[in-house]
């Protein structure tokens, strides 16, 4: 059986004697006795024999700097090894040394000679980790991986898999229930010459030998904990990712991740091996796994370039073709702009530029390529997610003057920027796309018929509203006016009645602002959907608390002056949002278009119309063939009025309503500086309900001769709610009213409200809004609109 684990350990992770000690306790805690290990040059003993290179190709003394590098590898051998074993090691580095003195002092080396002085720092980590462990009592033995990997010359090594399997095979079958520590970085022609990997390449080594193999899982440790969403050294809330597909984390890879790397991912797509990418220093913690599959969108991760080349050109062949040349020649672009049928831009990092360059150089008869131009100038920025489009229209939007478009595949979104701006916009990316999402807690008071409708019509609309917000609005309470139900978990809205009935408490303001003030959210709205005058004195506290409120109670709107005065003064204070379209015309944009007016610089003259469902649907019916009172005894029975008749008939809702829309147009009046006509006749007002229903027909002689009235005139009558502010006088009145047969007060459907709005711009023709004024869905919709707003109004700064 093939081994399940590859262990790769970095340069960082084997840094100094305490490295390799905290190393082999992660083997010993982490693995089996079969896991495979790759290694790379402790330290930075690579660049450091670079340097040996350097100093004897400008005749520079070397000497003592070779010395500094053996001192480094001998310390590590007394600091971790017994005698005996140290001895061994000793001896083994002396010869090593000899060696090195030799290779750097020909005054001529080929290219293996280089590689095989180039190579030393693997095979010390190898042989030094391998004895350290079986000083532990643990079989294991170091290996060249010149003796398994054999590759083809080329730019780049080119992998013989088949024999390099059968190689690798072989060497496990002779070393089984071992550990085998394998050198990184290097591997060999065929007839054993060292070649190196390059950049990169014990990372390379690990999976391309974890492929061949037939290994279940490659972990890299290095001095990070894993991927995370940007770049934890210039991201402050960058945050890990748990897992990642691999098709994503090689987009991530090509477009400047500074953890992955592209050539590492390759051996992966070929073999069903799953890669974590694990912190050395802290084993314990998360890391992230890349699956060779993913079945979902992912957190979305944000990367850059500070500096990229963008290859511009005019071309008379096919785009497409060319771009298909230049992927099949493996210098595919990082991201490509069409401008029109002839031009293409490209960008490159560096070290592809220049081969993309000659590349194009050579395909410009092909593909008639011509007025090639190369900028500098600019950096990438990008976005790295299977779910990308869903991020595309924030992306966009964040981008300034002097950005490309962005460029969009199945994985990423793409833009460049100049190179000083590339940071910032790093940032507002994360910020608005991968930061975490917004949480905006629901508290919703009322649970009643309108109450029920909007968590109805929540249910259905939340996951849109999620998407489109790119947040999470979220139902955290439920209050009827006895018990509560507050979840920082979140209420299930598919089973809210049930876990209500069954988890509701009794309820005080006390109990209930701390309950909301512990919730763990970021902005917290409450829905008051109740008639409650008791709740409309709390608003203070709410908004003291930092609680968005959205009314379709009227009391707040229509209160005092003062209080309303202090609730509009507590929102300037604070970034806080109260909104109550639903107070007045239920679903009708009513404050919409008022707020409309004002912000086009037109100004409200006067505002009129039906603003109660029930006294239109009442005056509409009421012809003179049926008594008044019979008429609204008829309403009563089929839901249309309130319990008690009273409630529509005194016309102190419309007034409320009058009052609501008044204050919105900027105008102070408090509820008594509205005239009130009400159709209940003072001596039945205060008796009980039972008594006003047994003498309803006292109200059937003064309707009767209105109507008369209207008729000799032509016309009809309506119960009409008006506010005219024309020639610097006021005027407000809630009365009845004979109106003209052709008035849009006199042909409504039954139960509509109507709007008439006169304005500086809408004289002649006044401004008409019509349609249900009432109703629970329609009240509930208006609600949810509310709520909408104020979320999109939260997160229009974030």
């Given amino acids: 059986?093939?081994?399940?684990?590859?262990?790769?350990?970095?340069?960082?992770?084997?840094?100094?004697?305490?490295?390799?000690?905290?190393?082999?306790?992660?083997?010993?805690?982490?693995?089996?006795?079969?896991?495979?290990?790759?290694?790379?040059?402790?330290?930075?003993?690579?660049?450091?024999?670079?340097?040996?290179?350097?100093?004897?190709?400008?005749?520079?003394?070397?000497?003592?700097?070779?010395?500094?590098?053996?001192?480094?590898?001998?310390?590590?051998?007394?600091?971790?090894?017994?005698?005996?074993?140290?001895?061994?090691?000793?001896?083994?580095?002396?010869?090593?040394?000899?060696?090195?003195?030799?290779?750097?002092?020909?005054?001529?080396?080929?290219?293996?000679?280089?590689?095989?002085?180039?190579?030393?720092?693997?095979?010390?980590?190898?042989?030094?980790?391998?004895?350290?462990?079986?000083?532990?009592?643990?079989?294991?033995?170091?290996?060249?991986?010149?003796?398994?990997?054999?590759?083809?010359?080329?730019?780049?090594?080119?992998?013989?898999?088949?024999?390099?399997?059968?190689?690798?095979?072989?060497?496990?079958?002779?070393?089984?229930?071992?550990?085998?520590?394998?050198?990184?970085?290097?591997?060999?022609?065929?007839?054993?010459?060292?070649?190196?990997?390059?950049?990169?390449?014990?990372?390379?080594?690990?999976?391309?030998?974890?492929?061949?193999?037939?290994?279940?899982?490659?972990?890299?440790?290095?001095?990070?904990?894993?991927?995370?969403?940007?770049?934890?050294?210039?991201?402050?809330?960058?945050?890990?990712?748990?897992?990642?597909?691999?098709?994503?984390?090689?987009?991530?890879?090509?477009?400047?991740?500074?953890?992955?790397?592209?050539?590492?991912?390759?051996?992966?797509?070929?073999?069903?091996?799953?890669?974590?990418?694990r912190s050395s220093y802290a084993s314990h913690t998360d890391f992230t796994l890349i699956a060779p599959q993913s079945s979902s969108a992912s957190a979305p991760v944000v990367t850059n370039l500070p500096q990229v080349v963008l290859i511009s050109l005019k071309l008379s062949g096919s785009a497409d073709e060319l771009l298909n040349e230049l992927s099949n020649q493996g210098v595919t672009p990082l991201a490509n702009w069409k401008q029109g049928q002839d031009a293409l831009s490209l960008a490159y990092t560096h070290e592809l530029a220049e081969q993309a360059r000659s590349l194009l150089?050579?395909?410009?008869?092909?593909?008639?390529?011509?007025?090639?131009?190369?900028?500098?100038?600019?950096?990438?920025?990008?976005?790295?997610?299977?779910?990308?489009?869903?991020?595309?229209?924030?992306?966009?939007?964040?981008?300034?003057?002097?950005?490309?478009?962005?460029?969009?595949?199945?994985?990423?979104?793409?833009?460049?920027?100049?190179?000083?701006?590339?940071?910032?916009?790093?940032?507002?990316?994360?910020?608005?796309?991968?930061?975490?999402?917004?949480?905006?807690?629901?508290?919703?008071?009322?649970?009643?018929?309108?109450?029920?409708?909007?968590?109805?019509?929540?249910?259905?609309?939340?996951?849109?509203?999620?998407?489109?917000?790119?947040?999470?609005?979220?139902?955290?309470?439920?209050?009827?006016?006895?018990?509560?139900?507050?979840?920082?978990?979140?209420?299930?809205?598919?089973?809210?009645?049930?876990a209500f009935e069954q988890n509701a408490q009794p309820w005080g303001y006390p109990a209930l602002f701390e309950q909301l003030g512990a919730l763990k959210c970021d902005e917290l709205v409450a829905l008051d959907i109740s008639a409650s005058a008791g709740l409309t004195l709390h608003y203070p506290e709410f908004f003291a608390r930092g609680i968005h409120m959205v009314s379709a109670n009227k009391l707040a709107g229509s209160g005092p002056l003062a209080f309303y005065r202090d609730l509009k003064r507590q929102l300037g204070f604070r970034r806080l949002f109260w909104r109550y379209n639903a107070s007045c015309g239920a679903g009708l944009p009513v404050q919409h278009a008022l707020n409309d007016l004002h912000n086009s610089g037109d100004r409200v003259e006067a505002i009129g119309g039906i603003f109660s469902g029930t006294l239109c649907w009442l005056f509409e019916q009421y012809d003179g063939s049926k008594p008044f009172g019979e008429l609204v005894l008829e309403a009563k029975g089929l839901g249309i009025t309130e319990p008690d008749p009273r409630d529509d008939l005194s016309g102190r809702d419309m007034q409320r309503k009058l009052l609501i829309l008044a204050r919105e147009i900027g105008l102070e009046l408090e509820l008594e500086d509205i005239e009130l006509d009400s159709l209940v006749p003072d001596n039945l007002a205060q008796v009980s309900l039972n008594e006003f229903l047994s003498r309803i027909d006292e109200l059937d002689q003064p309707l009767a001769e209105a109507l008369d009235e209207a008729k000799a005139e032509g016309k009809v009558i309506r119960y009409v709610a008006q506010l005219d502010q024309q020639d610097g006088k006021l005027k407000a009145r809630v009365a009845l009213e004979q109106v003209a047969a052709d008035h849009p007060y006199a042909n409504l459907t039954p139960g509509d409200n109507v709007f008439v709005i006169r304005s500086a711009f809408y004289q002649n023709n006044p401004l008409i809004i019509r349609g249900p004024g009432a109703g629970r869905e329609v009240t509930a919709a208006a609600v949810q609109s509310d709520l909408a707003h104020i979320c999109r109004d939260l997160l229009q700064e974030q």
Wanted: with cysteine; net charge negative.
């Fill in 361 to 498: 150089t050579g395909l410009s008869d092909s593909f008639a390529v011509q007025q090639v131009k190369v900028s500098e100038d600019y950096g990438l920025v990008a976005l790295v997610s299977s779910g990308a489009n869903l991020y595309r229209r924030s992306f966009a939007r964040l981008l300034s003057r002097g950005a490309l478009p962005v460029y969009q595949d199945r994985l990423s979104l793409v833009t460049l920027v100049p190179r000083r701006a590339v940071n910032l916009l790093t940032q507002k990316v994360h910020r608005r796309c991968a930061g975490p999402r917004k949480r905006i807690g629901v508290v919703l008071l009322g649970t009643g018929n309108i109450g029920q409708s909007w968590v109805d019509l929540f249910r259905r609309s939340v996951k849109q509203l999620n998407s489109e917000l790119e947040a999470s609005v979220e139902l955290l309470g439920l209050l009827s006016s006895r018990k509560a139900l507050i979840s920082d978990e979140g209420i299930d809205v598919d089973n809210w009645q049930q």
């Fill in 1 to 277: 059986m093939a081994p399940s684990h590859l262990h790769k350990f970095g340069g960082s992770s084997l840094a100094d004697a305490d490295c390799y000690r905290r190393v082999a306790h992660i083997l010993l805690t982490h693995g089996h006795s079969d896991d495979l290990v790759v290694v790379s040059a402790a330290g930075k003993t690579t660049n450091f024999l670079y340097k040996l290179l350097e100093l004897t190709d400008s005749n520079q003394l070397w000497q003592e700097e070779l010395q500094v590098l053996i001192s480094y590898q001998q310390n590590l051998i007394e600091q971790l090894l017994s005698s005996d074993t140290a001895r061994d090691l000793r001896e083994r580095l002396s010869t090593d040394k000899a060696q090195l003195i030799s290779l750097l002092g020909l005054e001529v080396r080929n290219t293996y000679e280089v590689n095989q002085l180039v190579s030393f720092g693997e095979r010390w980590s190898a042989r030094l980790l391998a004895a350290l462990l079986r000083e532990q009592g643990v079989a294991a033995s170091h290996v060249d991986a010149t003796s398994l990997l054999v590759a083809d010359e080329g730019a780049v090594p080119q992998i013989r898999k088949e024999e390099s399997r059968s190689r690798i095979q072989a060497c496990l079958a002779n070393h089984a229930n071992e550990r085998l520590v394998i050198t990184g970085f290097i591997c060999a022609n065929e007839v054993g010459d060292t070649l190196l990997l390059g950049r990169n390449g014990s990372d390379f080594s690990a999976t391309l030998i974890a492929a061949l193999a037939g290994i279940e899982r490659c972990t890299i440790w290095t001095d990070v904990e894993g991927v995370f969403n940007a770049d934890p050294n210039k991201i402050n809330d960058a945050t890990l990712l748990s897992s990642l597909s691999l098709e994503e984390a090689d987009r991530l890879a090509r477009l400047g991740s500074p953890v992955l790397h592209s050539r590492t991912l390759q051996p992966l797509f070929d073999a069903d091996v799953s890669l974590a990418v």
